[in-house]
């Protein structure tokens, strides 16, 4: 017998013994119809779920009470409920109508249809005078019962139908399960897993003239004030709250108010805040700080302790003003530690009758970890006092109001090819009030619009549109701002003005009311002049030209929306804002969205709308288990080539305890070498989030953590600049062969090859997630390397490594076709440089 003939009767042996086994597993006198009885938990903390049962009596969950459709509406998690869902079929086709409350109260209702119980609909949410318009004019009985499944009395409602309805329902949840259970495989079983494994041996083929050109975009940073990210991050300004405009909606901490961080020293002072004569009608909130006897102090902490270094310069500046009856004077502006030591020392001359800003410079004796800053007013009398700052002089790149040089490298050293920017869910806001408005944050800073961080903290926005331009411009990296769709996001937790009233307020996707769209849609018009438009003719050029900026930023791509729901509400605004950009600006590239899931109602809604529109790219979003990146490596593979082109804008893989190690970096290298296979269809990626301030963390894992200190980029990190500071221009293909024929051993061996036509280099990429070592062969066929020199990049440890860092070093390739073992859990790049003389 031949090996494909072996292969088929193999096959055909499968199936026959799997029909078999499947037959008798039936029982033969099964019922017709059956009574399907739907609920929910009582406390609503359920989704839609189902018994049935022959006659009526005894009872039997459908797949342990499987949630069939959740509930979206309300914040995160656990506060989107289902109350007493009412499931009708629509007599006339036949469609699933489910109608529940989605509040304690009974004030919101929700509805979402379907055509099989399995996959549902967007939902929309009403008050109960609209439930009429939801209900299906003709339905199938139902009767409202209680009933005891598992041993709990339930209420819900009952009907009957065909018992494969059941057995439907059964089998989807089922393969839901089976598939969870893939997604669930971890490295911690890999001792079980693979018992008995020796080292294997692989031949890896590069058939180097089989090549497809990629997005030169593949790997770019995704920046959102998330975890301190910006204030007290990236943002180089050392003082909290310079502005006066903390606030208790800021963190809804107590506390948490326009004094905060500050503090005066000594019996002799007093500080009030006022705001009857601010420098700006957007930083309402200033100190008065009342002087009875020279030498008490008016001090700021900073973000956990002001960080100095020995030598360095900071340039220290306040907006200050005295009123009548007072004469001011000189302010000392000191940096003290926390022994009370001085580590720098200056002055101002505070005598402005109006606001005025007043500079000097510091520079610090000693390496200090903690200082605090220290105002000490040499004259009695009172002082008005705002925009109190101090900032490194060494910035990245040196801009003044630039960003802390450590971390922007850091971030820089990924070469990410693109920036997404502000957020994320900062981005389209807690409730439409809270959207990021993009012109509040330009300008001079004074007059900037501070806004609550929907995190829990506040953004003086120091760090606004301008900087992120300038940063990307730095980098060499492509702005890709991204803003709310007309609709907040999907999770917001305040009332926003278009629900209050109508939908209570437990949060939701309300939209921009549609008399204030035409002035939103501008406010995104504006922002393409203000990144290109002339320095000179254009209303908005000009205004980036006063910033210090006259040559355009360049801006090809703008996001619209942000894992929304793909509701009504969404689809009319995002419509109207994608044609008004196509009509005006038809060169911008517009990034749509398709809801926070790789798959599911908001995907499935936000591709269609995509195909419809033609929006040429769209932002998927997903958090998932490394073993859903090992078990989905072909998941781009299957995309249509002619729909909307891909930008993963947020993934990382998530373990329980939400670690950062090497088994969740492996998993995305690995995943990544299928995304770089599909890189004519993914255009962009970026992992998600990128940098947390230790002990101000709300999210893990994190790409890049830090302190004031220090940079503590994490093994993740390290995956990203591998893959950005080897990126490709075209594709090769490739072929691995194995010496081991297991499915689970092959889905943890990742190749890709790339190309880099700039420089000419081969780039090879491999990634073996098992425990143990693959001794391979890999040979670029059709070509002939001439004086090849290679580097190697390796990046390998113990599947719970939170500390491991990638190291370069010389590798020998002496031709085309050369060894290579790949250690245990590890990635590796293989830089070849031809030399030609
Ligand atoms: O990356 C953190 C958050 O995850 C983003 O703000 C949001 O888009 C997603 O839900």
């Known amino acids: 017998m031949n090996k494909l003939t072996y292969f088929f009767a193999t096959c055909l042996f499968l199936v026959c013994a799997t029909t078999l086994q499947a037959r008798t597993n039936r029982v033969t006198n099964e019922p017709d119809s059956v009574f399907l009885f739907s609920y929910s938990d009582a406390n609503g903390q359920s989704g839609l779920r189902f018994a049935w049962s022959t006659e009526g009596t005894q009872w039997f969950s459908v797949a342990d009470g499987y949630d069939y459709v959740k509930c979206d509406f309300g914040p995160w998690g656990r506060q989107k409920k289902m109350f007493r869902p009412r499931l009708m079929q629509n007599r006339a086709d036949g469609r699933w109508h489910c109608l529940w409350t989605a509040t304690q109260s009974g004030e919101v209702w929700a509805h979402a249809a379907s055509a099989d119980l399995l996959k549902w609909g967007p939902q929309s949410y ?148 006022a705001t009857a004569n601010p420098i700006h009608e957007n930083n309402p909130h200033y100190a008065v700080l009342n002087i009875t006897k020279p030498g008490a102090s008016f001090q700021n902490p900073g973000f956990d302790g002001i960080t100095l270094k020995k030598g360095e310069k900071y340039d220290f ?275 749509g969205t398709v809801g926070p899931f790789y798959e599911g109602t908001d995907y499935d809604e936000g591709w269609a709308l995509a195909s419809r529109l033609n929006i040429p790219m769209v932002d998927e979003h997903y958090y998932v288990a490394p073993g859903w990146l090992i078990h989905n490596q072909d998941y781009y593979d299957r995309y249509d080539r002619n729909k909307s082109k891909v930008y993963l804008g947020e993934y990382a893989a998530h373990l329980p305890g939400r670690p950062n190690n090497i088994e969740t970096a492996l998993a995305e290298a690995l995943y990544l070498t299928s995304v770089e296979r599909n890189g004519d269809v993914v255009s962009m990626t970026s992992y998600a989030p990128l940098l947390a301030k230790e002990h101000h963390t709300q999210w893990n894992p994190d790409l890049i953590y830090f302190n004031n200190a220090e940079v503590k980029p994490t093994v993740g990190y390290y995956t990203q600049q591998m893959y950005g500071q080897n990126a490709g221009t075209d594709y090769l293909a490739s072929s691995v062969s194995l010496n081991s024929k297991e499915d689970a051993v092959k889905k943890r061996v990742g190749v890709s090859v790339v190309k880099d036509n700039h420089t000419g280099d081969y780039i090879v990429k491999l990634v073996n997630l098992l425990p143990v070592e693959i001794t391979s062969q890999i040979k670029l066929e059709d070509v002939a390397l001439v004086n090849p020199t290679a580097t190697k990049t390796l990046l390998s440890g113990d599947p719970k490594d939170k500390t491991a860092k990638s190291v370069t070093t010389d590798f020998e390739v002496k031709g085309n076709d050369f060894p290579y073992t790949m250690p245990a859990y590890s990635f590796t790049v293989i830089r070849i440089h031809e030399n030609r003389k």
């Open 126 to 273: 009403f008050t109960e005078a609209d439930r009429t318009k939801y209900l299906p004019s003709t339905i199938f009985p139902i009767t409202e019962e209680k009933i005891t499944v598992n041993g709990r009395e339930e209420d819900g409602w009952m009907q009957r139908v065909p018992y494969s309805t059941i057995e439907q329902l059964v089998r989807f949840a089922e393969h839901k399960k089976y598939r969870q259970s893939l997604y669930d495989e971890r490295a911690e079983q890999d001792p079980v897993r693979f018992a008995g494994l020796k080292p294997l041996e692989a031949t890896i083929n590069v058939q180097t003239s089989q090549t497809k050109p990629i997005s030169e975009h593949l790997i770019g940073i995704f920046f959102e004030d998330i975890n301190y990210a910006a204030d007290g991050g990236l943002y180089a300004e050392l003082i909290q709250n310079r502005d006066f405009e903390y606030s208790s909606k800021d963190g809804s901490r107590e506390g948490w108010d326009s004094n905060y961080a500050w503090s005066v020293r000594g019996d002799d002072a007093t500080f009030t805040i």
């Open 317 to 591: 500046s306040l907006f200050g003003r005295v009123p009548q009856g007072s004469k001011g004077g000189k302010v000392l502006v000191k940096l003290i530690n926390q022994d009370g030591s001085e580590i720098a020392s200056s002055s101002v001359n505070v005598s402005s009758k109006e606001w005025k800003k007043y500079s000097t410079q510091l520079i610090a004796n000693a390496d200090v970890r903690s200082a605090e800053l220290a105002l000490v007013p040499q004259t009695a009398g009172t002082y008005e006092l705002d925009m109190i700052s101090l900032f490194p002089r060494n910035t990245f790149r040196g801009h003044k109001n630039g960003l802390r040089a450590d971390l922007a490298q850091t971030l820089a050293d990924m070469k990410p090819r693109f920036v997404r920017f502000p957020g994320g869910c900062v981005a389209h806001g807690d409730g439409v009030d809270n959207i990021y408005d993009w012109k509040g944050s330009i300008g001079p800073l004074e007059a900037r619009k501070p806004l609550r961080n929907l995190w829990g903290y506040h953004q003086t926005r120091g760090l606004g549109y301008f900087e992120y331009f300038q940063f990307c411009e730095d980098m060499g990296a492509e702005p890709v701002p991204v803003l709310a769709a007309g609709v907040p996001c999907q999770n917001s937790g305040t009332c926003s003005h278009h629900a209050k009233g109508e939908l209570g307020c437990n949060g939701q996707q309300g939209g921009i009311p549609m008399e204030e769209m035409g002035a939103y849609i501008q406010d995104i018009l504006d922002l393409i002049e203000y990144a290109n438009g002339d320095a000179k003719k254009t209303v908005w050029g000009r205004k980036r030209a006063e910033a210090g900026h006259p040559k355009p930023f360049n801006l090809k791509f703008i996001g619209i929306g942000n894992e929304d729901l793909i509701t009504d509400i969404f689809v009319e605004r995002f419509t109207m804002i994608f044609n008004a950009i196509k009509e005006k600006y038809p060169e911008i590239t517009v990034i």
